[in-house]
């Protein structure tokens, strides 16, 4: 078998990254129309690098970056700031965005796993972050990650030792707003 040459690479690894880009947005709305079945729910929103277009980046494949080259950023997870206003709901959030990448999977081969979607909850109306929709069926479940201050407080909303959310990352010039209740 020829061995492909480093442009050959670099288009197969574009080709990847933009199939890939476009995979998380659909499975983003998959997310979104799910969740939008649950009354708490006031409003999703994309952010992050898979709600702006891909920009141009020096490759992280050693490979690659040794020749130099400019590839497509590679987007890692789903971002979604999601506005609750009732956290007894987190538990049929955690269901819903299951069912979703099941769904998305069934319906049109497109694997995306649960702990990919990042959910961001968010209080209406201040608009201050409570923490993530934890990935673990239960809370707490004894993982040293549940040992971060403040984590399972209220069950499966994850509080992630060290990390503060930026409010502006959430801001319309950097989001997309996939659903909004009224």
């Known amino acids: 078998m020829p061995r492909r040459t480093v442009d050959e690479r670099i288009a197969e690894h574009n080709r990847f ?3 890939r880009h476009e995979h998380f947005r659909l499975a983003a ?4 129309d799910r969740f ?4 708490a ?3 999703v929103v994309l952010f992050g690098s898979v709600a702006k277009p891909l920009t141009q980046e020096i490759s992280r494949r050693r490979s690659l970056r040794h020749h130099g080259a400019t590839v497509w950023h590679q987007c890692k997870d789903i971002d979604l700031a999601v506005w609750v206003n009732d956290l007894s709901c987190l538990g049929a959030l955690q269901k819903a965005r299951g069912q979703a990448v099941n769904n998305l999977m069934r319906e049109r081969e497109i694997g ?3 702990h990919q979607v ?3 909850i968010i209080e209406p109306g201040s608009d201050r972050y409570l923490g993530g929709l934890c990935t673990f069926g239960t809370c707490p479940k004894g993982k040293p990650q549940c040992q971060a201050p403040g984590c ?3 069950p499966l909303l994850r509080q ?3 990390f503060t959310f930026d409010p502006k990352s959430i801001a319309a010039e950097f989001a997309i707003t996939l659903y909004e209740r009224g």
Do not use: I
Request: with cysteine.
């Open 29 to 32: 709305r998959y997310v979104a």
């Open 152 to 154: 399972g407080t209220t």
């Open 112 to 114: 995306v796993a649960h």
């Open 17 to 19: 990254m933009l199939l």
């Open 118 to 120: 990042d959910v961001f």
């Open 160 to 162: 992630h030792e060290g």
């Open 41 to 43: 729910v006031e409003k």
């Open 36 to 39: 939008a079945a649950c009354a």
